[in-house]
C-alpha cells in the first residue's frame, strides 16, 4: 500500500538551526521539504521542481539575497509559462520600506523572524488554499 505524497515545501536559508526548525514546523502541518542554502540553489531547485510554496530567507549571506532569488525565479516562470510559485518570506526587517521592497521582488507574504506556525498556516490559508 503506497503512502500518498505530501506537498513539497522549499526551505531557503543558509542557517541550518533556522532550516531545521522550519523543515520540524513543515513536518507538523503536514508537509515534506527540502533544503537550499543559496539564492542561487534555490533558482534552481525551483526551476526543477514543482514546490507547494516557498520559505525564503531574505538575507542569505553570501550569494544573491532572497529578494533576488524571488526577483529571478518570478522571471523564471514568465519566460517558461511554468505555475507561479508562493513565496513567503523570513526576515528580521520587517520595517515598512523593507517590505515594499520584498512586495515588488515578487514575495507574496512578510514573516518576521522566528517562523511561527499559526501566521504560516494563516497564510497558506489565505493564498494557496484559495487558490486550489
Known amino acids: 500500500m503506497s503512502e500518498e505524497k505530501k506537498p513539497v515545501v522549499l ?3 543558509d542557517l541550518t538551526p533556522a532550516a531545521m526548525a522550519a523543515k520540524i514546523i513543515l513536518k507538523q502541518m ?3 521539504s527540502e533544503h537550499a542554502k ?18 525564503l530567507d531574505i538575507g542569505l549571506g553570501d ?3 532572497g529578494d ?3 526577483v529571478q525565479i518570478r522571471e523564471n516562470e514568465k ?20 517590505k515594499k521592497r520584498y512586495f515588488e521582488s ?13 501566521l504560516l498556516q494563516n497564510a497558506i490559508d489565505k493564498h494557496i488554499k484559495n487558490d486550489e
Open 38 to 55: 543559496t539564492g542561487e540553489e534555490a533558482i534552481s531547485m525551483s526551476e526543477k521542481n514543482d514546490y507547494y510554496c516557498v520559505l
Open 63 to 65: 550569494g544573491i539575497s
Open 79 to 98: 519566460n517558461t509559462g511554468k505555475n507561479r510559485l508562493w513565496i513567503f518570506a523570513l526576515t528580521a526587517h520587517v520595517e515598512e520600506d523593507a
Open 30 to 32: 503536514g508537509f515534506d
Open 106 to 118: 515578487g514575495i507574496d507574504e512578510v514573516f518576521e523572524k522566528p517562523l511561527r506556525k499559526t
Open 11 to 13: 526551505i531557503v536559508e
Open 68 to 70: 533576488e532569488a524571488a
